[in-house]
């Protein structure tokens, strides 16, 4: 079995949000038992029930709710008859993660499944409060609340996934057909308004609203009507306050905001709706606004639809959408300092494409549709990474990976090079405690200029500087945020434009890092990285557990179900 087949045989190197803490890391603090069962279960929405994996049978999933430091295993129970990753897990087995939390994470991170597409629907959210005798670093919210925002798909999500990767567009991805607000579409679709999601608040409180996205495709524009929003933390960090009347998340971000109930006693909608960069010219895809209900307590009429929020942008609103980017900063205190790294060591410059792949399959010359990331679209191997670099075995994968792109040209440019990339399992490798510096360029190749939200696991990064447009090495980096940029493990590339993160590597181990749209993952936008022991027990990747499973049942997907995609290039129209 080959490479674009995105069942993932990564292993740890695929761990979910739920397992990037740093593993090398002591704690101290309390201990927490979770049991996840893995199973199909029966769900009605939009005038329709169909049958999904899921995990306790929830949608979204079981909360992991911690205090910072703490501990949890998490003993997996896999009832479906589909192989999931929170590692490999086969049907009909289990097997018990040891999770222990960075020191330093606090706020909302998530976990999900990572095989195939099934995190559609397997996942849930982390809560980690502060520490047993600490507080937030503003003032004690009244109450608080979580919203998790996800994708519907019409059918069985497998079988989907099959026709997905037979039928291979520009569009063929976008086929959630509602998102959803724990786990209700809302009033605006057929068949809905009954279980409608409702929050009760009382008036003149402060709530801490903590928002996961994890729809599989798109980022989302998310507003209340006629409350504003603060923010102050994402992806597990806090951030200074900032007030907004909307937010803009992608795909595995989280965020914490603030909100004061302070408007008169009725109905107000929350509402949430995609935010499109890829071409305008393309109208299939999921244009529905998924609602949910702010619900004051107390006696009054209530109205006969609630309040809309007019300030939510529009889809193709890039404005909005970019503009709110650059907008977060670490809080940078005593408490919650910032340690950016100034002495770099490595640098890399990636280019992030929609591409196209030309490879031979049982003495066929296939050409189809790719992502890649400095031109190499990432080919899964058939066994763990992790293991082949832990057990030194040869010919899993190659440590090439590039720094550079083959070839410099205008990359947002309506004008570009012939398309073309390389199939293959390159990954970078870091020696411990490396300062790196990595400049990830959005390109227009194919004339496909779109976001790619960036996911790194095991890490946490800063992102010093954004910026539309081709990154300028001369001039760009004097602008560079060292004080108090955002701390992130998601960051969006915005559409013909670049972010420069940077991290320290000091923690051991294989992690992957990838485009959390799932269609660009599928197509290869992705890569991982194998950062090395440093000289200490403590510094150094734990050891494999002797009940680790191993790969042996195969993803139901074959390299002979793109066949159909063949001439799929001969459609778009190549400058």
Not at 36 to 45: A, D, G, I, W
Not at 73 to 80: A, I, K, P
Not at 292 to 314: E, H, K
Request: hydrophobic share 40%; net charge negative.
């Amino acid at each position: 079995m080959m490479g674009l087949t995105k069942m993932r045989f990564l292993l740890e190197t695929l761990v979910p949000a739920l397992l990037t803490g740093m593993l090398a890391s002591m704690a101290e603090g309390g201990t927490h038992y979770y049991d996840f069962v893995l199973k199909e279960s029966n769900f009605t929405r939009l005038c329709s029930t169909k049958s999904m994996m899921t995990v306790n049978g929830s949608f979204p999933g079981p909360v992991i709710r911690i205090h910072r430091g703490d501990m949890v295993y998490v003993n997996v129970h896999n009832q479906d008859d589909f192989g999931a990753t929170i590692h490999w897990i086969q049907p009909g087995t289990n097997f018990t993660y040891k999770v222990i939390f960075g020191e330093d994470q606090e706020g909302t991170l998530w976990w999900h499944a990572h095989s195939d597409w099934t995190r559609a629907s397997v996942h849930g959210a982390i809560v980690i409060l502060p520490t047993e005798g600490t507080t937030y670093p503003f003032p004690k919210p009244d109450g608080e609340h979580l919203l998790v925002l996800a994708s519907w798909f019409k059918g069985d999500l497998n079988e989907e996934y099959k026709e997905f990767l037979s039928n291979q567009t520009l569009t063929s991805a976008l086929d959630d057909i509602a998102f959803t607000i724990n786990g209700e579409p809302g009033d605006l679709v057929a068949c809905g308004g009954e279980t409608t999601h409702r929050w009760l608040v009382d008036y003149g409180k402060t709530y801490l609203l903590r928002i996961v996205n994890a729809v599989v495709n798109s980022e989302l524009f998310f507003a209340i009507s006629e409350h504003n929003l603060t923010i102050v933390g994402t992806d597990g960090a806090y951030t200074k306050p900032r007030v907004t009347s909307y937010i803009m998340i992608a795909p595995g971000q989280t965020m914490d905001v603030l909100i004061t109930t302070n408007q008169g006693l009725s109905h107000y909608y929350m509402a949430a709706r995609q935010f499109v960069t890829f071409d305008p010219s393309i109208t299939e895809f999921n244009n529905m606004t998924a609602t949910a209900i702010l619900q004051y307590r107390g006696n009054y009429t209530p109205p006969d639809v609630p309040s809309f929020p007019t300030n939510l942008p529009l889809f193709h609103d890039l404005d909005s959408g970019l503009g709110f980017l650059p907008l977060l900063r670490s809080l940078a205190t005593p408490e919650h300092p910032v340690n950016v790294p100034l002495n770099i060591t490595t640098r890399m410059f990636i280019t992030a494409s929609i591409n196209i792949v030309d490879y031979t399959f049982e003495g066929t010359e296939v050409t189809h549709l790719a992502a890649s990331l400095n031109n190499i679209t990432f080919m899964d191997p058939t066994s763990s990474i992790l293991l082949a670099y832990y057990r030194h075995t040869s010919g899993v994968y190659t440590t090439d990976f590039p720094d550079y792109p083959p070839s410099y040209y205008n990359f947002t440019g309506d004008t570009y090079p012939p398309p073309l990339s390389v199939l293959a399992t390159k990954v970078k490798v870091l020696n411990y405690n490396e300062s790196v510096e990595i400049i990830v360029q959005g390109t227009n190749l194919l004339g496909q200029g779109a976001d790619h939200p960036l996911h790194l696991h095991g890490y946490t990064f800063y992102v010093v500087g954004m910026g539309r447009g081709n990154f300028n090495s001369e001039t760009d980096p004097k602008w560079y945020n060292l004080v108090d940029p955002s701390e992130r493990n998601t960051i969006t590339v915005p559409k013909n434009g670049w972010v420069a993160l940077r991290f320290l590597a000091n923690n051991p181990g294989v992690w992957l890092w990838h485009c959390h749209f799932d269609r660009h993952l599928t197509w290869g936008m992705d890569s991982a990285f194998i950062v090395k022991n440093g000289e200490t027990p403590e510094t150094s990747i734990l050891p494999s557990p002797a009940y680790m499973p191993s790969c042996a049942v195969q993803s139901p997907i074959r390299l002979e179900d793109f066949q159909d995609s063949i001439e799929l290039v001969n459609k778009i129209n190549v400058n």
